[in-house]
């Protein structure tokens, strides 16, 4: 399971996923079909994602399963970026689909 940050047009998303990769064509598929073609992406380590989000990152991830691509675990921009710093972050991936 991965957690990613992706910065779209329309604001920050903070998702779960059961790929195993941000590279994944199924993954991106999914997030094409969402309307997300062209964003940022940083991945956030699942522990640091786990610890400051307590009992709703239990209540997502238990929702999640090998069968499931992706869940949101927040769309606040705002809470966000208060939560997680620059520096705790994976390095960025620019991703641009047709």
């Given at each position: 399971m991965k957690s990613l940050l992706l910065l779209t047009s329309s604001g920050p998303l903070?998702?779960?996923?059961?790929?195993?990769?941000?590279?994944?064509?199924?993954?991106?598929?999914v997030l094409r079909h969402k309307g997300i073609g062209k964003f940022v992406a940083f991945?956030?380590?699942?522990?640091?994602?786990?610890?400051?989000?307590?009992?709703?990152?239990?209540?997502?991830?238990?929702?999640?399963?090998?069968?499931?691509?992706?869940?949101?675990?927040?769309?606040?921009?705002?809470?966000?970026?208060?939560?997680?710093?620059?520096?705790?972050?994976?390095?960025?991936?620019?991703?641009?689909?047709?």
């Amino acid at each position: 399971m991965k957690s990613l940050l992706l910065l779209t047009s329309s604001g920050p998303l903070l998702i779960l996923t059961s790929h195993e990769s941000l590279h994944d064509q199924k993954l991106l598929e999914v997030l094409r079909h969402k309307g997300i073609g062209k964003f940022v992406a940083f991945e956030v380590p699942l522990a640091l994602a786990r610890t400051r989000y307590g009992g709703h990152f239990q209540a997502v991830e238990s929702n999640l399963r090998e069968t499931d691509d992706l869940r949101v675990l927040d769309f606040d921009g705002q809470r966000i970026f208060q939560l997680f710093r620059f520096d705790e972050l994976g390095a960025p991936n620019l991703k641009e689909q047709a």
